[in-house]
């Protein structure tokens, strides 16, 4: 084809810009089609063959234009002796179609092509309109066509090299069911996080808690800004994992649905902007509050349970106490933009007509454990209290700011992390297990319930770490004192109703044990 010159639009010669003018017409006439595509809803028939990603109807699922040609691609390999006799059959063969022609007989299911390419070419006289290259992972052509005219239109379109950037940065092949049966999965947010990335590895690593859910595989999703983790790097090493952005999880869900043939056992829903400091209220708004929305809705839709990550900063100075019974919570009044973001959301839950058959909004306490070292600043005491005590033999804690608490006495409700999974897990388990509960809905306090000071705090890590105990004391910054929770304490009687009454690790034990984590983790680098 001769180039169209950019200012006057003439081609090199007459037959060609009658060749050229043929071509935008039908361009536009198929643009129309598409535009009209995306507003029309999905028909009951389109639906019905939403796992049939070859032998879908033209004239309803994909490019509804006149008479053309096309050429299949499988641009990645195959994996599988079925897809392989496909592969043969069909690579490289043309194919003629028209509206409502089947592009292969049979109804042929092939729900692990990963590439499927519509490309334009010429021949016997009849012209293809436009190549268009779908990525199938098991969805139907309607579904992949809708990616591609988002593209045309202005929007990401992840099928394109403009648009696929993002995509690109989701990692691991979508994992199969060993058995053929439907998948039984999970969805897991905030993986490459602290509590979430802790969460994430007694599924992959199938520890005893895990093995009786008989999750298969895990669908997780983080951040943009978490890919650069060591705890990224491990999880996209092992199998049954596929990782995905967090931006991207509504649809990666729909994708995951269809390929598994089923929705996800439940949503543990973990990603959240933790700090305690920002300032940015639409970092909170979009993260905190948006995202968990979207969640809530698709797991009421779903009909699977929901579990998400609230937090005992909703409390706020604790003048009003710390119960999480749900009549309680219009009483509380948080400190700062982290606490307020996740109170939103707990009220905006009680306000939801239309919820998931079960969900709890785990209000967390003062956390310590593995995997933490990205919070940096905002991580727990056993984090940069055991590097100071390494590096220097002594531990430097903030004075009281109050008259009325004595340095070191400040009080808080420190919890393990591993008695925060054992938690999670459990109310997960009552929640697949038990429909019925009569807790339909809840906030559960997930905390020791034991409030220490903070000098008791720094006894039993020097303890753990086998150290003389040496522990001297700094001004508190002017920037945290407003917004400083001097005491904090689980109140429990949710998590005991709920028949969840195993005792919790002292401090001590919870710092030997993440000590030991810790240890091993530096030898597996080695």
Request: aromatic content about 10%; proline content about 4%.
């Given at each position: ?82 897809l392989e006799d496909h592969k043969r059959r069909f690579e490289g063969q043309d194919f003629f179609f028209h509206p409502g022609q089947r592009l292969c007989g049979g109804g042929s299911l092939l729900p692990e092509i990963h590439h499927l390419n519509f490309e334009p070419f010429s021949q ?403």
């Open positions: 084809m001769n180039v169209v010159d950019a200012k006057t639009g003439a081609g090199e010669n007459p037959v060609e810009n009658i060749r050229h003018v043929r071509q935008l017409v039908l361009f536009c006439q198929f643009l129309k089609h598409l535009i009209e595509l995306i507003v029309e809803k999905p028909t009951p028939h389109t639906q019905k063959q939403n796992r049939d990603p070859l032998g879908v109807d033209l004239l309803d699922h994909s490019l509804q234009v006149s008479t053309g040609f096309g050429r299949i691609f499988f641009l990645q390999g195959v994996v599988s002796t079925q016997h006289g009849h012209e293809a309109l436009l190549g268009i290259e779908f990525i199938t992972l098991g969805q139907t052509i309607a579904q992949h066509h809708h990616r591609s005219t988002a593209g045309l239109l202005g929007k990401p379109d992840p099928t394109t090299a403009a648009g696929n950037e993002n995509h690109q940065k989701n990692e691991g092949p979508y994992p199969r069911s060993e058995n053929g049966q439907a998948m039984r999965w999970i969805a897991l947010t905030g993986v490459n996080g602290f509590i979430g990335h802790n969460l994430l590895r007694e599924f992959l690593e199938q520890k005893p808690q895990t093995l009786n859910l008989k999750v298969e595989a895990v669908l997780g999703a983080d951040l943009t800004g978490s890919l650069e983790r060591e705890t990224h790097a491990w999880a996209t090493a092992q199998q049954n994992y596929r990782f995905v952005l967090a931006e991207e999880i509504l649809s990666e869900l729909a994708r995951a649905e269809d390929l598994w043939d089923s929705p996800p056992l439940a949503v543990i829903h973990n990603g959240a902007c933790s700090s305690t400091t920002e300032t940015d209220p639409e970092v909170f708004r979009t993260l905190n509050v948006e995202s968990s929305q979207q969640l809530f809705h698709y797991c009421s839709s779903k009909k699977v349970p929901f579990l998400y990550a609230s937090s005992a900063s909703v409390y706020g100075d604790g003048s009003c106490g710390f119960s999480d019974a749900v009549e309680q919570n219009s009483n509380y009044y948080p400190m700062n933009l982290y606490g307020r973001s996740k109170h939103q959301f707990d009220t905006w839950v009680l306000s939801q007509k239309e919820r998931p058959p079960v969900w709890f909004g785990m209000r967390y306490f003062n956390v310590f454990g593995p995997y933490e070292e990205h919070k940096k600043a905002q991580a727990s005491v056993l984090h940069w209290g055991s590097r100071q005590i390494r590096e220097s033999g002594e531990l430097k804690l903030f004075k009281s700011h109050r008259e009325d608490i004595a340095d070191g006495q400040q009080q808080r409700d420190f919890v393990s992390v591993f008695d925060v999974v054992r938690v999670t897990l459990s109310l997960l388990e009552l929640a697949l297990q038990n429909p019925d509960l009569p807790e339909r809905g809840a906030f559960v306090n997930v905390g020791r319930g034991e409030a220490a000071t903070w000098e008791e705090t720094a006894r039993a890590l020097f303890s753990a770490l086998g150290k003389e105990v040496a522990i001297s004391y700094i001004d508190m910054p002017e920037q945290l004192r407003a917004h400083y929770q001097n005491y904090t304490c689980a109140e429990l009687s949710t998590l005991h109703k709920l028949g969840l009454t195993r005792p919790f690790l002292s401090l001590e034990e919870g710092f030997q044990k993440a000590l030991l984590q810790f240890a091993e983790n530096t030898d597996s680098r080695h």
